[in-house]
């Protein structure tokens, strides 16, 4: 069984060079790239009208045709391109679309597209309706998305999982390392002007610390006491209340997003559409999970601590030194928790909340998987990021994460152990 | 410093809108999770479900006030209903994931623009509580002692709260006097040895995860008319949060620990929040800390205070160490 896991992570490793984005970021805005035969269009003023009739912002368009403008919340938004301002030879290939009626989700950057065309070829009236394939399009676009929060998803919870396996502790300040990740990584990056991949590798290893840290003088200490398990798990939440408003106390309220790599042109691979660090931030992710799923399966280390998840008390008796054992989990989760903060940070942007908000998702992909079994978290993980990206097919974007969390409860409802899980462990 | 208006805040907090507020929210959490043992960590879903339902009758289709009151309490019921089918049979960790995860489903369906004609969106609603001022009886003017006065809506406000708030104690006292308590805190310490005796463990959970919630959603009513407005994100998970940690304050198990443990805590984090906000004012820690950063004080303390009340006294001011469900099973 988990060798096929492995398998099948591999094959989808090969999956996602074939195809490729992220579209959930944080705080509203529309955007856009004004393109005319693949060449960007710059110079056009494009103006943004809130519903009620009041004037947001006005932009123009920049050298590599793109523009942004943010809004301060969710509605219904008029975008207008002001045509006079297009480059001669150059006009809407829609007359009619010049001005543009769409709605802003939660947490969505709406793109807003103005289809171009050389004067002379355009059409007066009516658009020639979407194609039959555009839904396949779309589907494997969203596939690609699902895939790329999936394995955010699943970085994170594989350290939740073995946390859980190991010591019982149902870790609701997790999603706090994925922040101090983020966080760590925009200090050195955005602050300090260090390179991004290099501010990534320094906020791993800060995570990594970090987990070591708090497992060698907080939750070691407590399991040391005796604290019960109930008792630990409010304890974790005391900790992510904590934690989360130092973040908010030294970050501030606002969405940040790093110093680099922000405004990638997407390039087009197949039907699907994304800037390339999307396709290198799954290949380091898939990379990485690869890498821990083999320890797990081949060191003795690994062996040590699927010992340990099954059973402490048998894994002591047969000479495994359990508390090293938890210590070594704890450091690579909250390394690889922070790695997952950087990519989230790098999908959408840094904001104080990003662990809480995506932790509710960990713990469906957690608890779909089967609550401490490490490959089960990455199936479910997986199977919870494409759900919420494929979901958005049917349901507002706004509201995709409910569906993720009511699928949560089905599964408490017909396999409360989970796809991987085993019945014995749900008590 | 103007110590005089901090005094005076500090004081009205004790007995203001929010303690009311927090109180009935922990006094149901006192009975899923200091009586039954139940990790009910969905309670703000509770408030808000309540709130909504109330502020959605009367604003949003023009209906009267008693019957948006009915169908607040209908619609928290079904919420509790729908969250203990699935899960009181689990574990305790378990009911916790997904009381979370149904106390954000709510909130983001509240906010989302998909529901915006019903809901409001995250503007939430307003226009609802003038039946309940109507029926003020306090003529115009303010109330009090001193400088600690309220005005006459404030005043009624707290009036039905504290009314309420007796009520439930009153409730809570007879109920784990009576068999049906005695059964409740038996599934709290073994609940094997309770279904062994042949009694129904799965429905005395579930009425537990009721009353607690139809308590708290008292709440909620009382939130909405005293703000004379309800937004979504009044219902987040540190709503939650903060009423677990009123309840270890105060001490799990016992009837009137919510309830002075809510005034401690409002009292404590008022105090703390007007001081530091005076003291940034008045310039005394320089430029390390600006207005805005103090809220985030207010947290980084509640979260401070609930990790150290549990390491170091998890029975809280009032409460008894053997009577605190803390053993997972």
């Known amino acids: ?158 350290g939740l999982s073995l946390v859980f396996g190991t010591t019982g502790l149902t870790n609701f300040a997790h999603g706090e390392l994925l922040t101090l990740g983020a966080m760590a990584a925009y200090l050195f990056n955005a602050v300090l002007g260090v390179p991004l991949i290099l501010s990534a590798v320094i906020a791993v290893v800060i995570g990594g610390a970090f987990g070591y840290l708090q497992d060698r003088f907080f939750w070691g200490q407590l399991r040391k006491r005796g604290s019960s398990l109930v008792a630990m798990m409010i304890i974790s939440i005391g900790l992510a209340l904590f934690l989360r408003y130092i973040f908010l106390f030294l970050f501030g309220g606002e969405s940040r997003p790093f110093a680099e790599y922000n405004a990638q042109p997407g390039i087009q691979v197949g039907p699907i559409s994304a800037a390339p660090k999307n396709f290198i931030a799954m290949g380091v992710e898939l990379a990485v999970l690869v ?90 993980s997986l199977v919870v990021g494409l759900f919420i990206q ?18 949560l409860i089905l599964v408490m409802l017909f396999r409360p152990q989970g796809i991987l899980g085993r019945r014995e462990r749900i008590g | 410093m103007d110590w005089n208006t901090i005094f005076v805040t500090t004081v009205k907090a004790s007995i203001g809108l929010e303690t009311v507020v927090y109180a009935l929210a922990a006094i149901g959490v006192n009975i899923q999770f200091g009586y039954a043992g139940l990790l009910n960590f969905g309670q703000a879903a509770f408030l808000g479900v309540a709130a909504y339902g109330l502020a959605v009758i009367v604003s949003t289709f023009g209906l009267s006030f008693w019957l948006g009151i009915a169908v607040g309490l209908v619609a928290t019921v079904v919420l509790a209903f729908l969250l203990g089918i699935p899960t009181l049979r689990l574990r305790a960790d378990y009911l916790a994931i997904v009381t979370i995860a149904a106390a954000e489903i709510v909130r983001l369906v509240f906010r989302s623009v998909a529901f915006k004609d019903v809901f409001g969106g995250s503007d939430g609603r307003q226009n609802f509580s003038g039946d309940f001022y109507a029926m003020n009886p306090y003529a115009p003017g303010s109330y009090g002692i001193g400088p600690i006065k309220f005005d006459e809506r404030t005043t009624w406000v707290l009036t039905v709260g504290w009314i309420l708030i007796a009520l439930s104690c009153v409730l809570v006292y007879l109920l784990m006097k009576s068999p049906w308590g005695r059964v409740l805190k038996a599934i709290r310490e073994d609940e094997d040895a309770v279904r062994s005796l042949g009694k129904n463990v799965f429905s005395y959970k579930m009425q537990a995860l009721v009353l607690g919630g139809v308590i708290g959603c008292l709440g909620g009513f009382i939130f909405g008319l005293g703000q004379a407005s309800i937004q979504p994100d009044l219902f987040g998970t540190e709503f939650t949060f903060y009423a677990y940690t009123i309840v270890i304050l105060g001490g799990a198990a016992r009837v009137f620990s919510p309830v002075v443990g809510a005034a401690i805590f409002w009292v404590l984090l008022v105090f703390v929040g007007n001081t530091l906000s005076e003291a940034v004012g008045a310039g005394v820690f320089g430029s390390a800390i600006t207005v805005t950063q103090v809220g985030s004080v207010r947290f980084i303390l509640v979260g401070l205070g609930l990790m150290l009340l549990l390491i170091f006294r998890p029975q809280g001011i009032f409460g008894d160490k053997r009577e605190i469900a803390l053993d997972a099973r």
């Open chain 1, 390 to 407: 494929l979901s958005t097919l049917v349901v507002p974007t706004e509201l995709k994460t409910v569906g993720a969390l009511l699928v």
């Open chain 1, 1 to 158: 069984m988990r060798r096929a896991v492995i398998a099948f992570t591999a094959f989808l490793g090969g999956l996602v060079l074939l195809l490729s984005s992220p579209a959930w970021a944080e705080g509203e805005a529309l955007k856009g790239t004004l393109q005319n035969q693949g060449q960007p269009v710059n110079g056009v003023k494009i103006s943004v009208v809130a519903e009620d009739g009041s004037p947001v912002a006005a932009v123009t368009t920049g050298a590599d045709g793109t523009w942004e403008v943010p809004v301060s919340k969710a509605g219904k938004y008029k975008v207008t391109l002001d045509q006079k301002t297009l480059p001669s030879g150059i006009g809407l290939k829609f007359k009619d679309k010049g001005t543009l009626d769409v709605q802003v989700y939660e947490g969505n950057q709406r793109n807003v597209l103005f289809a171009l065309a050389p004067a002379g070829q355009q059409n007066g009236g009516n658009a020639s309706g979407e194609s039959a394939s555009s839904v396949w399009d779309r589907v494997a676009q969203l596939t690609f998305e699902g895939f790329n929060l999936g394995l955010i998803i699943a970085l994170a919870a594989m």
């Open chain 1, 291 to 380: 890498i821990v799923g083999v320890a797990l399966l081949k060191t003795r280390t690994g062996k040590a601590a699927r010992a340990v998840a099954d059973n402490p008390a048998l894994a002591a008796s047969s000479g495994i030194n359990v508390e090293r054992v938890i210590q070594i989990i704890w450091t690579v989760g909250g390394a690889v928790a922070a790695l997952a903060g950087v990519m989230l940070g790098l999908a959408q942007n840094i904001n104080y909340q990003m662990g809480f908000q995506i932790l509710l998702l960990v713990f469906a992909g957690v608890t779909l998987g089967g609550l401490g079994t490490a490959f089960g978290a990455l199936v479910g």
